[in-house]
């Protein structure tokens, strides 16, 4: 199908909650978020 979702999770993040879940996302922009995402939780932009 070439869909994709991204979840999130952080240490600020409410332990009983279930953090961020983006569904459906188009493969390459799934990809592409995540490499972003990646890079700042890194600490480089």
């Known amino acids: 199908m070439g869909?994709?979702?991204i979840r999130i999770d952080?240490?600020?993040a409410d332990p009983l909650g279930h953090g961020i879940h983006?569904?459906?996302?188009p493969?390459?922009?799934a990809r592409a978020?995540?490499?972003v995402l990646a890079?700042?939780?890194a600490?480089?932009?």
Request: without cysteine; proline residues 5%.
């Open 3 to 5: 869909m994709a979702g």
């Open 10 to 12: 952080s240490m600020a």
């Open 22 to 25: 983006i569904p459906y996302l």
């Open 27 to 29: 493969l390459a922009e």
């Open 33 to 35: 978020l995540f490499a």
């Open 39 to 41: 890079r700042r939780a």
């Open 43 to 45: 600490g480089s932009r």
